[in-house]
């Protein structure tokens, strides 16, 4: 068999879908900065399920940055990580028209950015619980083999029920020396550890950092540095606020966690994700 055939046998045991008569789209539910995500119904089988359309003129010069090292696609991604704050990839690939998609189960809730930046009321256990919730999720990031680099609270979702939801991995790239260059700087600035922004090597522990501004935001609905300005609040020459000038009464066993995820030295941090769970469980019954 030629070249030829061999490339028509492929394709024709894996057709490009056709996202226009495969999907129907109900309403666009979340407008990200390279993707647009629709609540869409799925024609084959009737089930509502959320369609993400990347854009590749905005991921195609990140994805070149890993030129030759067989970078998995997002879907590959999403669906090699598991777990109950962990959101379902279902399908992905690349439609008949081009566009790079990624199916999803559909979460209804609301953005975990927009429930602090209103400053919802919640009581004091709610938001430990979201915060080990958090902590699940990138605990299964990072047991799949990942550094998930975009930790913040505008990736998570939270249900009417409670359930707090990791929804993207647009960012995520294979726990290896490879994809942790120097010079690499992705992530939302205000969450991006300090050896991030200053394109120093890094590791896993940079998502320990981006979950203790995340820990501490949902604790307080602040953040450690004054906001505004660049953004990169890790660039920043103050040392961060300490969260106990936040809330007095917070457990000092949490008050120190979060404060230690925000080192800027990543060996100050805790090196894991599973001692961090390990922590917060003891504060939980603290508090319980």
Not at 145 to 162: A, K, M, S, T, W
């Amino acid at each position: 068999m030629g070249l030829l055939d061999s490339l028509k046998k492929a394709f024709a045991g894996n057709p490009r879908v056709d996202l226009s008569t495969r999907f129907e789209r109900l309403k666009e539910a979340v407008a990200g900065t390279m993707s647009k995500f629709y609540k869409s119904r799925d024609l084959k089988d009737g089930s509502v399920v959320g369609l993400k359309l990347l854009d590749s003129k905005k991921l195609d010069p990140i994805e070149a940055r890993y030129k030759g090292l067989n970078k998995p696609t997002e879907g590959e991604i999403g669906s090699q990580i598991h777990g109950e704050h962990i959101v379902k990839t279902l399908e992905w690939g690349v439609a008949r028209d081009g566009t790079k998609f990624v199916v999803q189960e559909y979460i209804e809730g609301s953005g975990l950015h927009s429930i602090l930046g209103r400053r919802a009321e919640m009581d004091p256990a709610t938001r430990i619980d979201l915060v080990r919730q958090a902590a699940k999720a990138l605990a299964a990031v990072h047991a799949a083999g990942y550094v998930h680099r975009d930790i913040c609270p505008r990736n998570f979702l939270l249900e009417p029920g409670g359930r707090l939801v990791l929804i993207d991995f647009g960012l995520t790239v294979p726990d290896k020396p490879a994809f942790m260059q120097p010079g690499n700087r992705v992530g939302t600035p205000s969450y991006m550890a300090p050896e991030v922004v200053r394109r120093r090597q890094a590791d896993h522990r940079l998502d320990i950092f981006s979950f203790g501004v995340t820990a501490y935001e949902i604790l307080t609905c602040e953040l450690p540095w004054p906001r505004g300005g660049s953004g990169h609040a890790a660039m920043r020459s103050t040392e961060p606020t300490d969260i106990r000038d936040y809330w007095p009464e917070i457990p000092e066993s949490l008050a120190k966690l979060v404060m230690a995820c925000v080192e800027s030295d990543p060996d100050k941090r805790p090196a894991t994700m599973e001692d961090i769970l390990t922590r917060l469980e003891r504060v939980e019954v603290a508090v319980g």
